[in-house]
Nanobody, 127 residues
């Protein structure tokens, strides 16, 4: 059974920072791309960031570029999302996801390419 467990969400003030973590178990970690998505109330799920299985390539949504950083520690089976300069519009439930195909390239922002998802962690940014 594949499990993705996010943590690190919470309440932050605008301009503040949070770091999300996602621990993966039940499936190999270091051969699959990982992604972060988010869904705000009343809105569709949207892509945030993704990182290649090797960690050598990353992509970001324009809305978070320069503020968020995705990284991974393959020894710990964990992917991270460092979120700086937070804005109220970053308020959402954040989900991590693991790509279906191993050794895929390049990283993708397409949700259908990801096979496994976490339960989500709430991030709330106050103005």
């Amino acid at each position: 059974q594949v499990n993705l467990v996010e943590s690190g969400g919470g309440l932050a003030q605008a301009g503040g920072s949070l770091r999300l973590s996602c621990a993966v178990s039940g499936r190999a970690f270091n051969i699959y791309d990982m992604g972060w998505f988010r869904q705000a109330p009343g809105k569709e799920r949207e892509f945030v960031a993704a990182i290649r299985w090797s960690g050598g390539s990353t992509i970001y949504a324009d809305s978070v570029k320069g503020r968020f950083t995705i990284s991974r520690d393959n020894a710990k089976n964990t992917v991270y999302l460092q979120m700086n300069s937070l804005k109220p519009e970053d308020t959402a439930v954040y989900y991590c996801a693991q790509r279906l195909r191993a050794f895929a390239t390049p990283p993708t922002d397409q949700a259908e390419a990801y096979a496994y998802w976490g339960q989500g962690t709430q991030v709330t940014v106050s103005s």
